[in-house]
C-alpha cells in the first residue's frame, strides 16, 4: 500500500511520521507525492491518496483504508465508518485539508 503525502505540508509529514510508526507490519510505502510521475500531481495536492492495489483511495476514504489496514488503528475504524454515510467524514476532512500550511 503506497501513502502519497505532500512533503511541504508539516501536518502530512507528521501524518507520515504516525502511520510508519504505527505499520508494525511495515506494509505501507510513506512517500512524498511530488515524487510520484505515474499520477498527476495537481489532484495529489489536493488530498491524502492511498494505493492499494488497482485502487485509489482519496481524502477521507484514504484515512478509512488505512485505518482499516493497521491494526493499531483497528478501533478507530468503526466510527470512521459511522461518518462516511452522512458526509461528516470527507467535509471534515476537506475542511482541514483546505486549511493545512504548505512550504
Known sequence: MRVLIDAGCPYCRALG???EALDLGKTLRVEPLQ???DL???ELLKALHV???G???RGYA???ALS???P???PLYPFLLLLVPFGLGEGLYRFLAQRRPRA
Do not use: S
Request: charged share 25%; net charge positive.
Open 17 to 19: 511520521r504516525a502511520l
Open 35 to 37: 515524487e510520484a510521475q
Open 40 to 42: 498527476p500531481q495537481a
Open 51 to 53: 494505493l492499494e492495489g
Open 55 to 57: 485502487r485509489t483511495h
Open 62 to 64: 484514504a484515512l478509512v
Open 68 to 70: 482499516r489496514r493497521l
Open 72 to 74: 493499531l488503528l483497528w
